[in-house]
């Protein structure tokens, strides 16, 4: 494969246009189901316009929650096109704003959480979103095209953002010994891709600088770990949740009001679950290999 293939679609890509109405309804529907109070932050979202989601000249691309201070809402943004997935960006960023809203009687010091905690309730409330659609899907190709996409972004948010990682550490250890050239971090870069990608692969000529275009290794260094940590914690919380934790709603209502003021150790135990466990990391990643097993169970 070219690598310019990685995140190709499958042929049959569902090309239908998913209404804003329906986007609403569906994450809410998802929202509330999870539990009604869920539901009950999230509809002044929709309700008092603290959505911008237009496309218009001049927006920035790219989706983002905004708190302003605590004793006032957030604000989505995003460039809404009406695809699936942008369906699950809408319920990410809400997640955000629930957080935001639960977290702000925390105050201004303690509201805003760590990077490795940020990422937890829009990751599960894009999870309980994509698995109502999932559920609702009507074909066999629909259900597949569903799984391909999820599973993807699973892999670029933790089997891709850890390469990112390996390499920023390759980086850092080989500068710490001496100046570097472009064609030494090229050959770092090269050296993680292969192992992170594997022999699938083949890597034209000028891949070798696509270090260059990433610009979290220059503005912000070793921020790529919180993704694939945020991911990870999320898959291991919403097992729990799946396998039916015994109070698992108001552990995680709790979760989520404790902002920044707990380290994530102390926010995990009432679920039974420990990061510092290579386990815990299992019960996250085990819920990626199973959505591969069921993607290739499924006949062409």
């Known amino acids: 494969m070219q690598v310019w293939d990685r995140n190709a679609p499958l042929p049959m890509e569902d090309t239908r246009v998913v209404d804003w109405e329906t986007a609403e309804k569906t994450v809410m529907e998802a929202y509330e189901a999870f539990d009604p109070r869920m539901g009950e932050i999230a509809a002044p979202f929709f309700s008092k316009g603290w959505i911008d989601a237009g496309v218009k000249p001049g ?141 699938a692969f083949d890597f034209m000529e000028g891949y070798e600088t696509f270090w260059a275009y990433i610009p979290h290794f220059v503005h912000s260094p070793f921020y790529v770990y919180a993704y694939a940590f945020g991911d990870g914690l999320v898959n291991a919380l919403y097992s729990v949740y799946a396998e039916g934790g015994e109070g698992f709603e108001e552990k995680y209502f709790d979760m989520l009001k404790a902002g920044g003021s707990k380290h994530h150790k102390e926010l995990l135990a009432p679920f039974g679950l420990d990061a510092s466990d290579p386990k815990f990391w299992d019960k996250g990643l085990s819920m990626i290999s199973g959505m591969i097993d069921e993607l290739e169970a499924m006949e062409d």
């Open 59 to 199: 927006k920035a691309p790219g989706a983002f929650a905004h708190p302003t201070v605590t004793d006032v809402h957030p604000y989505v943004m995003l460039n809404y096109l009406g695809k699936p997935r942008d369906v699950m960006t809408l319920a990410h960023e809400l997640g955000h704003g629930v957080h935001q809203v639960l977290a702000a009687a925390q105050g201004e010091m303690l509201s805003s959480t760590p990077l490795t905690l940020a990422e937890t309730a829009s990751v599960f409330g894009e999870m309980l979103t994509f698995r109502k659609m999932l559920d609702g899907a009507e074909t066999q190709a629909e259900r597949k095209i569903l799984l391909a996409g999820k599973v993807e972004d699973m892999i670029n948010t933790v089997v891709r953002q850890i390469a990112f990682y390996d390499f920023e550490c390759k980086l850092h250890d080989a500068r710490a010994k001496g100046e570097l050239t472009p064609d030494d971090i090229n050959v770092l870069w090269m050296s993680v891709q292969a192992e992170s990608l594997g022999e």
